[in-house]
């Protein structure tokens, strides 16, 4: 999404060429694949890891640190070493996202039309918004010493990373469309207005 807004932005005149239906199918190929071996290598390694403190995890699902948490041997080292490897992983997407936001930004500044700034930032910040959610609250969950674990604050961190981004996703995309932003409203102002109108009736 960021090289989508930069090509944009700053490469206007090459965007058919430089984000072609190849290159889209390149990228996201190269997400799901990184994607699914990442998994597969995390997966692996769980599973040969003992655990002699039960089997619960206080969590909804079977994050990696409530795992090493119930570990009993040193082999959970290995898990630890790939998780090093994830966050470089996901170190560099971000700072390949700020470089790229850098150079939007530098270039929507030059813009002396102010609708255009506006259009330009209301197009850039959502997106990078929900990425600084993800990774700041992946490095919390992941980074943070085990005294200032609590399952609660676990919890939060969790669903913060895992739901609240997905779910954001759409909805900060689909907001761009006219007729979804119509329809919006339509939907807001009849759920409104019809318990308007059931408060009211209620009354009398």
Request: aromatic letters at 10%; hydrophobic letters at 50%; one cysteine or more.
């Amino acid at each position: 999404m960021a090289y989508d807004r930069f090509v944009a932005i700053c490469r206007p005149l090459h965007y058919g060429t430089l984000l072609g239906s190849r290159a889209c199918v390149q990228m996201a190929a190269a997400a799901w694949v990184s994607g699914f071996i990442n998994a597969l290598l995390h997966t692996a390694n769980t599973f040969s890891i003992p655990l002699c403190q039960g089997n619960a995890v206080d969590q909804f699902f079977c994050e990696i640190p409530q795992i090493l948490r119930l570990s009993c041997s040193d082999s959970y080292l290995r898990e630890a070493g790939v998780i090093v490897v994830s966050l470089c992983l996901i170190f560099g997407c971000f700072v390949f996202i700020v470089l790229s936001y850098v150079r939007i930004f530098t270039a929507v500044l030059r813009i002396t039309s102010e609708q255009g700034r506006h259009k330009a930032f209301s197009m850039c910040l959502p997106h990078l918004a929900v990425v600084s959610l993800f990774v700041s609250t992946v490095m919390i969950a992941y980074l943070k010493p085990p005294s200032l674990s609590s399952p609660v604050l676990d919890l939060v961190v969790a669903v913060l990373y895992s739901v609240v981004p997905p779910t954001m996703n759409p909805l900060i995309y689909s907001m761009r469309n006219k007729e979804l932003q119509d329809a919006l409203r339509k939907v807001i102002s009849w759920t409104f207005f019809s318990s308007g109108k059931t408060a009211i009736s209620l009354h009398r």
